[in-house]
């Protein structure tokens, strides 16, 4: 079985190299750059290689409803301003850190690309988003999903969906299900799925 391993800026990710150490910091900034550089001093002090946040345009991602909702209200007083991001990621290169990016509508991930994410991770609702998957592989950068309720079919074509675009890698996070029920999450986190994965995906390329 052939190893396969992925770069993103100096550090390698895969088979035998040592683990990647990710603070899923999502939306915990709560819209306020301050907080959002705690965090990231927080994951360089704690010894993580990188910082995933997401990334949302209010215009393009909500679900039921049109600006003056409660929803869409939520999502903008959350956002941070472009100029607020750019210092972030001027802040993780000097506190040697990685800042990647989770978008959640093509607009997001357009930002996300301009502001120079190194690597970016797809949010597990958009692993049968055809757009999404293809957006993302047309980057050329590496691409991480998570395989939340997928089957093994399902992930293995978003794998050969992004790779079709362009996308390095990509990486399959075995991730347990977001639910309630506490024995049906740890029945979903079974380890020995990551050794299945492996076996399907690392002859295509994939991590």
């Not at 992925?6 to 306020?32: K, N, P, Q, W």
């Not at 050329?140 to 999903?145: A, C, K, N």
Request: proline share 4%; aromatic share 6%.
């Amino acid at each position: 079985m052939k190893a396969t391993t992925i770069e993103v800026r100096d550090r390698r990710i895969g088979y035998g190299e040592s683990i990647f150490l990710t603070a899923e910091v999502g939306c915990s900034h709560l819209g306020s750059a301050e907080k959002m550089e705690l965090l990231l001093r927080a994951a360089a002090e704690a010894g993580c290689d990188g910082v995933d946040t997401f990334l949302w345009d209010p215009e393009e991602f909500y679900w039921d409803g049109v600006p003056g909702t409660e929803r869409y209200d939520l999502y903008k007083k959350l956002s941070l301003q472009r100029g607020e991001w750019e210092d972030m990621h001027r802040l993780a290169v000097d506190l040697g850190i990685i800042l990647y990016h989770t978008p959640l509508d093509p607009v997001s991930l357009e930002l996300a690309v301009s502001l120079g994410t190194p690597m970016l991770n797809l949010n597990s609702d958009d692993m049968q988003n055809p757009i999404m998957l293809d957006l993302a592989g047309k980057t050329g950068l590496p691409v991480t999903f998570h395989d939340i309720g997928a089957s093994l079919g399902e992930a293995e074509a978003a794998v050969n969906r992004l790779q079709q675009a362009g996308a390095q890698g990509p990486i399959v996070l075995h991730s347990t299900l977001e639910s309630g029920d506490t024995d049906e999450a740890y029945a979903c986190a079974h380890l020995r799925v990551i050794n299945t994965s492996r076996a399907a995906f690392d002859r295509i390329g994939a991590v």
